[in-house]
């Protein structure tokens, strides 16, 4: 049973700098690929930013591109998601989920996370 654990969310000023967590247990994710992604209210739940365990590969959306980036630490199946320069305009609840990596939908997902940026 994969499990995701985020935390790390909270409330922030813009431009500050914040680091959610998502410590992955349950299988051997060298085949997975860990996504974080975010819903804002009133919104769709949109991708942010991806990470491929297999070939290490990462991948974000344009609207985060050169403001987030998404570390990891392999010893304990932890993916992070380190997020800069921060805008009200991130303001959301972000999840943490995974797929296998032939998959194109992600079937594991964490709890959520509340982030809240203020002008």
């Known amino acids: 049973q994969v499990q995701l654990l985020e935390s790390g969310g909270g409330l922030v000023q813009a431009g500050d700098s914040l680091r959610l967590n998502c410590a992955a247990s349950?299988?051997?994710?060298?085949?997975?690929?860990m996504g974080w992604f975010r819903q804002a209210p009133g919104k769709e739940r949109e991708f942010v930013a991806g990470?491929?365990?297999?070939?290490?590969?990462?991948s974000y959306a344009d609207s985060v591109k050169g403001r987030f980036t998404i570390p990891r630490d392999n010893a304990k199946n932890t993916v992070y998601l380190q997020m800069n320069s921060l805008k009200p305009e991130d303001t959301a609840v972000y999840y943490c989920?995974?797929?296998?990596?032939?998959?194109?939908?992600?079937?594991?997902w964490g709890q959520g996370t509340q982030v809240v940026v203020s002008s």
């Open positions: 349950g299988r051997t994710f060298s085949s997975f690929v």
């Open positions: 990470f491929n365990w297999s070939d290490g590969t990462t």
């Open positions: 989920a995974a797929r296998l990596k032939f998959l194109q939908k992600y079937n594991y």
